[in-house]
């Protein structure tokens, strides 16, 4: 399994932005890297997701608000949030998609999620 280390999160007021990092123990090339989020009481939800750092999608809650990005250098992925909400307040969660690598087979990966509030 892929280690996945989230940081970044925090209080911001609304209109502020944040800037969450997804730090990889795999090269993240090759793999589907997504950012879900969970608001309390409610099903966890995809935000962005990122192949290649080329194949880039958005949750239509956040488009033109948040940016995903990879760096496959450094096996990191990156969530540039602006005009945060307080909706947007949640926790945030890095996901790896399942693969194959020299003949090993990584399954689906999980970080341990960062907190984010927008509050004012």
């Known amino acids: 399994q892929v280690q996945l280390v989230e940081s970044g999160g925090g209080l911001v007021q609304p209109g502020g932005s944040l800037r969450l990092s997804c730090a990889a123990s795999?090269?993240?090339?090759?793999?589907?890297m997504t950012w879900y989020r969970q608001a309390p009481g409610k099903q966890r939800e995809l935000v962005a997701t990122?192949?290649?750092?080329?194949?880039?999608n958005y949750a239509d809650s956040v488009k033109g608000r948040f940016t995903i990005s990879g760096d496959g250098a450094k096996n990191t992925v990156h969530l540039q949030m602006n005009s945060l909400k307080p909706e947007d307040t949640a926790v945030y969660y890095c996901?790896?998609?399942?693969?194959?690598?020299?003949?090993?087979?990584?399954?689906?990966?999980w970080g341990q999620g960062t907190q984010v509030t927008v509050s004012s």
């Open positions: 795999e090269s993240i090339i090759g793999i589907t």
């Open positions: 990122i192949f290649n750092d080329a194949v880039r």
């Open positions: 996901n790896a998609s399942p693969f194959r690598r020299n003949f090993r087979y990584y399954p689906e990966s």
